[in-house]
């Protein structure tokens, strides 16, 4: 029988310092601009992935925007990953960005910086909805591009505990249910964090990339993503908001 253990829940989030944790969110959007610049073996499949969901008056162009949530259709723009230091009686949030069209040259970036953070400062990797989305959809990307999985992904066919490293603000926050999904946009407006969607939200991404030519605007928008989940994991431990003037950002824009 599967059971849910609250204590350890409680447990593992009181013991975790927030210092020992890279915040992380990603970008991504249909590979191409439109469902016609597929192969037609690839249109053919997004017609038959597509049937499973889209409406009966709905062709499969007509949804060809949601190709980007999918890591076999679509491709990283962006990668946004921070942590938190005290520095002068002072807590400090550093956040950097890896954007651009070439994907597999951001992903081998970012893949070197997660080798190098294996055994050293950083213990964990946290992200909103991470186990269902950014984790697998980095690493599916990783291999399709020929690079090898840095140790943090690779976890294929590891028991639940060989993963704890990899934290989801998600996960935490339903305390062993499984059916409901809450928006990272829902829990910052109940905690009085700041939301990250002033300017676009994930659903203007692909527009923004493909029509404006943007990157800038979506790397912005990533790291406010991510400034919002660790603002919330530490609304999860009861410890005060990181302020405006403490955010700093050493993306080179």
Known sequence: MLYYNYSNHCTMLNHLNEKDILFIDIETVPGVPDLEGFSEELQRLWDKKSSYF?????????????????AEFGKVICISSGFIKDL??????RVKSV????????????????????GGTYKFLCAHNGKEFDYPYLARRM???GLDLPQFLDIA?????ESAHLLDTL????FGEYKNFTSLDLLTNI???PTPKTDIDGSDVARVYWEEKDLKRI??????????????FLKYKGLPLISEENVESVTVF
């Open 219 to 232: 790397a912005e928008y990533c790291e406010r993503d991510v400034l919002a989940v660790a603002q919330l």
């Open 99 to 118: 954007y651009g069209d070439d994907e597999k040259e951001l992903l081998s970036e970012f893949a070197g910086m997660l080798a190098g953070l294996s």
């Open 157 to 161: 066919g590891k028991k639940p505990w």
């Open 191 to 193: 905690f009085g964090i």
């Open 54 to 70: 889209r409406k009966e008056d709905e062709a499969a162009k007509d949804v060809f925007q949601r190709a980007g949530i999918y």
């Open 88 to 93: 002068d009686n002072r807590r400090l949030f």
């Open 171 to 174: 996960e935490l926050w339903k």
């Open 143 to 145: 291999l399709i591009n």
